[in-house]
């Protein structure tokens, strides 16, 4: 599924550089974001075509030589503290907002080689997070990430890249041991089009070499403030309606009343360590609409509008919600939100 930070970010690059002379489709959009979340869009010019794409899949396993049991050490006096790594998985570092990192156990899975390896780690009841960090080349099969032979809820890990993406890994109901399965095995074939008529080609496997690691963190004694929230810019065919915000997980609702008959347009924007993290939902009175994603994150450049429209049906008003929700926990580090509400003008 293509989320919505993922079309922000794609479309921001897209606004600010050259028209390709062949513009890319959905689909092509679609399939070039599930590969690879935050490559670069091609040069004006290009016109490979990416027809079809390896499909991630697996199932759980656990190999004597492939798993790593680490119990929790005891911290005791004051821990050294550096600053938030670019590369690699340190044993600790801290992140932007002071919050300290100790990694619990790491291994690493070359995909040249096999394609799965567990890590358990004893826990206690501070958060924690999956580490990722690749060398290799960024279309190198993505690991898959299953807890108790579940895929991990919401969890995407991006391309191989060096720098470390962090990922919330939620606590099991009772305390002990958790197991997290990473799963690179991959089925079916792809290939590539020089020209929209030309043979496809199949294309080469690429490999890399995972580091994964299992983190804790330790929660500040009281919540971080999180920064103010840029405000929404006009956007073209729109008129504003309203502007709600709030500060999550204290407010995880925004509402309005609409007229029907009309499109209303939505988007979201968040602020706070965790806030790539908060998912948004959009309701029209009461139910689900399909229209969901991630909230955005607008720290520079221009901005990254991924505005959803929701038609409200003629005849009566109706309630448009925006629900805000988060996997893991957020442990004093909450996360500022600004949720907006345009009319479609004609």
Known sequence: ???????????????????????????????????????????AGATTLAVAVMALSGFFAISQDQTQTVAVPKVTGSASATASPATGLPERFT????????????TTLDTARRKKV?????????????????RGDRNAPVPQIKVGNRMLPGARIGPCVKNMQLIALPLPKEPGRVTVLFDA?????????SRKDGPCEPTVPKNGVWTLGV????PPDSPIEPPAVKA?????????????TGVWPDDS??????????????????????????????????????????????????????????????????ELTIRFSMAGPVGNRPVRWSAGFWEETK
């Open 1 to 43: 599924m293509v989320s919505t930070q993922d079309l922000r970010d794609l479309l921001r690059e897209r606004g600010d550089g050259p028209p390709p002379h062949n513009p890319v489709r959905q689909a092509q959009v679609e399939a070039r974001i599930r590969r690879l979340r935050h490559r670069r869009m091609m040069m």
């Open 185 to 193: 095995t991959t089925h079916g074939t792809s290939c590539v089009r």
């Open 118 to 134: 567990t890590l358990t780690v004893a826990i206690n009841d501070k958060p924690l997070d999956i580490a990722v960090s690749c």
């Open 232 to 244: 929404f810019p006009p956007v073209k065919g729109y008129r504003a309606l309203e502007v709600k």
């Open 95 to 106: 992140a932007e907002d002071g919050v300290l990192y100790r990694r619990l156990a790491k």
């Open 253 to 318: 609702v925004a509402t309005v009343r609409v007229r029907g008959g009309q499109v209303i347009g939505t988007d979201q924007l968040c602020t706070g360590s965790l806030a790539r993290r908060l998912k948004v939902t959009v309701l029209l009175n009461g139910r689900a609409t399909g229209v969901g994603g991630d909230c955005g994150v607008w720290e520079k450049g221009s901005y990254p509008m991924a505005m959803a429209g929701t038609k409200i049906p003629p005849g009566k008003d109706a």
């Open 215 to 218: 983190y804790e963190w330790t």
